[in-house]
């Protein structure tokens, strides 16, 4: 078993937005600045910006999110919406879809599992 340290010495970050085909409103941007991956290209972590609108997510992968700054809401198809601020902490599955709506830039930590 290896221990790996995680940097969090920030660089330029990753730039994008959501795919055209899944926005649902707003303009919004992204982002990320990586921090770790393993050599299996497995595990991921890292911190995320978003600027606020809205699009639609599916999710493939296992993520652990932690809320540093901002307030989104998330909102599986057919169910409730949930609002995280931050502090908050929540993972979402593989198999999740549904929207995410930024409404005051948001900044979160992540931990993703790719199946």
Do not use: N, Q
């Not at 991921?44 to 296992?62: D, H, K, N, Q, S």
């Not at 057919?78 to 979402?92: A, C, H, M, Q």
């Amino acid at each position: 078993m290896t221990l790996h340290t995680i940097d969090e010495t920030l660089g330029e970050p990753e730039r994008g937005a959501p795919a055209p085909d899944r926005l649902v409103s707003g303009s919004p941007e992204f982002e990320t600045w990586s921090t770790y991956e393993s050599a299996d290209g497995k595990y991921f972590t890292g911190l995320w910006r978003a600027t606020p609108g809205c699009w639609r997510i599916v999710y493939t992968e296992w993520e652990y999110c932690e809320m540093l700054e901002g307030v989104s809401i998330v909102t599986r198809t057919g169910g409730e919406p949930k609002t995280f601020r931050t502090g908050d902490r929540f993972v979402l599955e593989p198999g999740f879809e549904g929207t995410w709506e930024v409404v005051e830039t948001t900044l979160k930590r992540y931990v993703i599992h790719l199946p």
